[in-house]
């Protein structure tokens, strides 16, 4: 006969099993062999632990969509939502989900228009993702859902894609007929202020094309033309204003902008800083040391370095930097990519 210390034992070793799954499943790369041992164990992927999260919950969240797939063939709410980001399980899975599980989760009930608590709907979270974008993003439409709602910020899948500088979603959101001007309810930016700041020249013609007004200003009280002027955009100076751009362009000084500009960087790496870059497929950093630059680009997916060793000189490594940071030659983008550099070191 089992007495009252056995049971609390057995519901100790069962929360410690339950603590360890939702640990594993919060992990952007999950132990597969542990996590099978642990729901063999009789670990609860429902269980609530700290901030009412469940390993269902976080499987959903970080992309472990095995994991979520066999929960829901085990009962699983497709639509369960996630406290405080009220968001449904069912959203957290369109990023890294192709368009087979998107059509299950549609197929066990899934509510395709649901919103997070940002006012978010799926097209937000399928655009950011890295499966069948497109094909979710066409499917979900046919299905009815809203290619042009706003969030609570004023942002549509439009202003997301101008800042992801996304020209497939773009040209498609603008084919479907989606405004070319929402505006940003605290800063007033809209998705062409966005694509100007961010160099994209093939998206800011679109967004002209469509209609997109180039006299609105950032946050900075500057517009369009000003932007593309202080960066050292030609091209887009001239897709804005023909007529003026290239003696205004003569006038802004770029060159000794740009001068400043490496002069600055290689200073911050020589005093210690380090530049450091990473997304889900590589990690890249370059540092000074003993003399020399040094750098490494390693390929996530196999853990292995694609690329390492020293540079020689101060040029050498400027070169590696503005390169690696999709610069291009001549002056057009040489001042936004040289601050995105510049930022990037710490």
Request: charged share 25%; proline share 2%.
């Amino acid at each position: 006969m089992s007495t009252p210390d056995d049971k609390s034992a057995i519901d100790s070793e069962s929360e410690k099993l339950n603590k360890e799954l939702i640990a594993n499943m919060g992990q952007y790369h999950v132990d597969d062999g542990k996590v099978a041992v642990l729901l063999e164990n009789g670990a609860d992927p429902f269980y609530l632990g700290l901030n009412e999260r469940s390993a269902y919950m976080l499987a959903a969240r970080a992309g472990h969509l095995q994991w979520v797939r066999l929960f829901l063939q085990q009962g699983a709410d497709v639509n369960q939502l996630v406290p405080h980001e009220m968001r449904s399980v069912f959203l957290n899975c369109l990023q890294k989900c192709d368009l087979e599980f998107l059509k299950e989760m549609a197929g066990m009930g899934a509510d395709l228009h649901a919103r997070d608590s940002n006012n978010e709907n799926a097209i937000f979270f399928a655009s950011c993702g890295y499966e069948d974008k497109m094909k979710k993003i066409k499917w979900l439409e046919e299905q009815g859902v809203d290619l042009d709602v706003a969030n609570d910020s004023g942002h549509t899948p439009l202003y997301k894609a101008c800042d992801n500088r996304d020209l497939e979603l773009v040209a498609y959101l603008l084919s479907k007929g989606c405004g070319p001007a929402p505006v940003d309810l605290r800063n007033k930016s809209t998705p062409l202020v966005k694509a100007v700041e961010a160099g994209a020249t093939a998206i800011v013609a679109a967004l002209l094309k469509a209609g997109a007004d180039s006299g609105v200003k950032n946050w900075r009280s500057k517009t369009c033309y000003q932007v593309a002027l202080d960066k050292g955009l030609l091209e887009i100076a001239k897709l804005i204003n023909a007529t003026d751009a290239e003696a205004d362009f003569a006038e802004t000084g770029i060159e000794e902008k740009v001068a400043k500009l490496k002069k600055d960087i290689i200073t911050k790496l020589k005093n210690g800083g380090c530049w450091y870059y990473s997304d889900r497929e590589v990690s890249s950093s370059l540092w000074y040391e003993g003399g020399k630059f040094h750098h490494y680009c390693r390929d996530h997916s196999t853990d292995v370095y694609i690329d390492k060793g020293s540079l020689a000189d101060d040029e050498a490594a400027l070169s590696w930097l503005y390169h690696g940071s999709n610069g291009t030659d001549g002056l057009d983008t040489a001042v936004a990519v040289h601050e995105k550099i510049l930022r990037s070191i710490r």
